[in-house]
Antibody
Framework: EVQLVQSGAEVKKSGESLKISCQGS????????IGWVRQMPGKGLEWMGI????????KHSPSFQGHVTISADKSISTAYLQWNSLQASDTAIYYC??????????WGQGALVTVSS | EIVLTQSPGTLSLSPGERATLSCRAS???????LAWYQQKLGQAPRLLIY???SRATGIPDRFSGSGSGTDFTLTISRLEPEDFVVYYC?????????FGQGTKVEIK
């Protein structure tokens, strides 16, 4: 059974750094793109970017380029989303997703990130 | 970037009725690379349809997708109580992948 298990909720202050994780299981992790999707409170879904764990190649949405870093460690089947300096506007639920030829066939449970100013 | 516009924003129907949700793209979506997702309150979205019309594994056949180019439709043939939630379309024909703003299906 394919599963994506994300790290837990985080509460941070503006300016702090954060790295959240997503561990995949039940499939060959290096062979599928893993992505991140943001959902701000009461809002819709936004694609942030993806990484191919096999060679760590990434693609970013222009809206998020330069503000977040996407990485992966294929040896432990885990992808990461990282911020160096959080802003209050980063408060959202972040979902990791397995990309299958462009669409997202499996989703993690989501990680709520709350940033206070 | 391709902008997806979903309509209506909210659809008010009764159980057993047919629901028709629209997703219109600002430019043609190549190869019908269009997906639909369902999101229940407090849960992660779930893939319903990919390739505009292919049902994902385990999705009931009351859900169907159609369309091509710039106009796509998700149809729920007979609404069940658990179908009254939010639906999103997503295009993956042109990077960056983008989502529509969602359609909420509510009980009338």
């Amino acid at each position: 059974e394919v599963q994506l298990v994300q790290s837990g909720a985080e509460v941070k202050k503006s300016g702090e750094s954060l790295k959240i994780s997503c561990q995949g299981s039940g499939y060959t992790f290096p062979n599928y793109w893993i992505g991140w999707v943001r959902q701000m409170p009461g809002k819709g879904l936004e694609w942030m970017g993806i990484i191919y764990p096999g060679d760590s190649k990434t693609k970013h949405s222009p809206s998020f380029q330069g503000h977040v870093t996407i990485s992966a460690d294929k040896s432990i089947s885990t992808a990461y989303l990282q911020w160096n300096s959080l802003q209050a506007s980063d408060t959202a639920i972040y979902y990791c997703v397995r990309e299958n030829n462009g669409y997202f066939d499996y989703w993690g449970q989501g990680a709520l990130v709350t940033v206070s100013s | 970037e391709i902008v997806l516009t979903q309509s209506p924003g909210t659809l008010s129907l009764s159980p057993g009725e047919r629901a028709t949700l629209s997703c219109r793209a600002s430019q043609s979506v190549s190869s019908s690379y269009l997906a639909w997702y369902q999101q229940k309150l407090g849960q992660a979205p779930r893939l319903l349809i990919y390739g505009a019309s292919s049902r994902a594994t385990g999705i009931p056949d009351r859900f169907s997708g159609s369309g091509s180019g710039t106009d796509f439709t998700l149809t729920i043939s007979r609404l069940e109580p658990e179908d009254f939630v939010v639906y999103y379309c997503q295009q993956y024909g042109s990077s960056p992948w983008t989502f529509g703003q969602g359609t909420k299906v509510e009980i009338k």
